[in-house]
């Protein structure tokens, strides 16, 4: 059994790990400039893109603009003691208890702070109230908290304008190395027009990506860089098309798109369908895993209680090097809870969706750029699968 340390601190549960490299300086992210990956695969180029969702996927949800903090105790009383506890001052505590609005939903007690509140809340703050929060809702993480890729919004977002971005960033915290927030109908309600709300959350969820290409030139052994790309005859037909470029004057590179699997090549760079959404569930990072070399999408891989036995019967545990395709899963440590998964392309290069949302793309990315919106824990550990 192959485990492996995610950066800063995934949990040690193998004599002989394979160390994810936390110290290595990071690529460079400067616009336009070219990254190079050389291996078994050949010569990789590439260089970042930002990706943001089209209007026809941002759902009325998105823009609700009621905030609910969802308290641990039914009693008024003990939910002002616990702000106070969470370093709000005495006049806070009282701005809320005079204006906030507190309702019971569903057994749960529900507070919806005044906007002077909010505004005023500190990162400190915010991380203590997040713990709140989950103690009462414990799906609140996965479905309320909003993690910024890269950790730096006014990076992500530099077109929006420079007074919307300060707003954004006063509800940001930081925990583990994720910049966060869980605050978006407050910044929602901010917005002046329906036009300033609909760019802002779309910033809010840009994702980076990368463009790749493969060079091909009279250097390139054609031969070996195909065995890479075939995946073990999971991929066919990828000589044809690099034996096809190789013989095209004045051509010297392919799109990663035209190596990819038949599935991933058609979902690239684009957000989920209609058609693949279920009543229950739509795609998250393990349907995009397991489909990799799918001709057509297995809904199988929603639900979460099979996942373990199609592991154990279609893949194998592998150990370094990985191959095109290898799939790596971030476990819970104790409960073999599932966490994240990401498909292997190249070096550092992966492809993934991170979440259920429809607003996130299948994308590849760099390998830490991916998880830095995966909260990192001393609980977790990584094994990585073969498709037989």
Known sequence: MNQIFLPVSLALCTASPVLLQADAPPPSTTPGVIQIEEGPWGKLEYY?????????????????????????T???????????????????????????????????????????????TTSDQRLLLLEQFAKADADFKSRRLTNIEGGDFHALAPDLPASTRSLVESVLFESGGTVSFFDRPFLVRQMPTREDKIRLVQALFRTNSLIVRLVVDPSTEIEAVSDYWSAGEKNRSVESILRGVRSTAGVERVDLVHLLPPLARKYLYTYPDISDINPMEAPDCFW???????????????????????????????EPPYALGDIFVVYRKESRDFVHSWVHIAGDIVFTKNGRSIVRPYALSRRDQMLSVYRPGDRNFIEVYRRK
């Open 74 to 120: 039914s009693d008024r009383g003990e939910v002002l003691e616990i702000l106070a506890s969470c370093g709000f001052s005495e006049d806070a505590v009282a701005r809320i208890d005079e204006r906030g609005e507190f309702f019971i939903e569903d057994g749960v007690l529900i507070l919806s702070p005044p906007d002077e509140v909010v505004a005023a």
């Open 48 to 72: 970042e893109v930002t990706l943001q969702p089209p209007r026809t996927h941002l759902t009325p949800a998105l823009f609700t603009e009621e905030t609910r903090w969802p308290m641990p």
């Open 288 to 318: 995009c895993s397991l489909n990799f070399f799918n001709k057509e999408p297995s809904h199988r891989a929603f639900d979460s209680r099979e996942l373990r036995h199609y592991l154990a019967d279609d893949y194998d545990v592998v």
